[in-house]
């Protein structure tokens, strides 16, 4: 991999090496979302690949990553170059080209997992989302929630907003997709975003936290047993209208 490509947002990347250490919260987020993962999917902002390694473990039969930043996709093309089902292919939101350019992929799913906050225009990332899938496909997205805690911490990951169930709805409804869907994820997690951003007005997230969350994933996989009505992240599954 040459050295003269680096990532575009150094915030961002290192995020994603910090949360590549965290393996049971990644395979909790995916175990989130995986009643509603197809056959033929597309994934926006694979990044490094974090979340990519699980949708392959359902072996789809079709595989394609996308990104904006050349360094993300060289990361992902190697890692996966033994797998025949994936395709990397650069893809910034709002396309109006989406339609087109993978139509022949006839897509049943397009995950894209914190990725809709870093774009200014929501509603028109989603409805480019909306025109790459099959009718009757899905729309599988998280976002941060709860406008109350953003902060440092947002700002420094180039977040343009948190949401709640009204502002993810109303984005879909603006992009022509109907809520099938819509559930909070990681409750805990809200206080420790609160303390760390607001509280402390952190603006990076340490190995040490994310070391520390993960170990208490198998604890707080138990929130589904107390469902409180809020969120670190809210996960939206929509529909073409």
Do not use: C
């Amino acid at each position: 991999m040459s050295d003269a490509i680096s990532p575009s947002d150094p915030a961002g990347a290192e995020t994603l090496e910090l949360l590549a250490a965290a393996p049971k919260y990644n395979a909790w987020m995916y175990q989130a979302i995986a009643p509603y993962v197809g056959r033929r999917v597309l994934e926006v902002g694979s990044g490094i690949g974090n979340m990519s390694a699980h949708l392959l473990s359902a072996r789809p039969e079709t595989m394609v990553l996308t990104d904006r930043d050349e360094w993300y996709r060289r990361q992902v093309s190697e890692r996966f170059a033994s797998v025949a089902t994936v395709r990397v292919e650069a893809l910034e939101l709002p396309d109006p080209a989406a339609r087109s350019r993978f139509a022949a992929d006839r897509l049943d799913t397009v995950v894209a997992l914190n990725v809709v906050e870093h774009i200014e225009d929501d509603a028109g990332a989603l409805s480019s989302i909306k025109e790459m899938l099959v009718p009757g496909g899905r729309a599988v997205i998280l976002v941060p929630a709860l406008s109350s805690i953003y902060s440092e911490l947002d700002r420094e990951l180039g977040h343009f907003r948190r949401y709640g169930r009204r502002s993810l709805a109303a984005a879909f409804g603006r992009a022509g997709l109907r809520v099938e869907t819509m559930y909070w994820f990681n409750r805990v997690g809200v206080v420790a975003w609160w303390f760390q951003g607001r509280v402390r007005g952190r603006r990076r997230i340490s190995l040490a936290d994310v070391q520390r969350f993960d170990a208490m994933v198998p604890l707080l996989r138990l929130e589904r047993f107390v469902p409180l009505p809020f969120g670190q992240s809210l996960i939206g599954i929509g529909t073409p209208r």
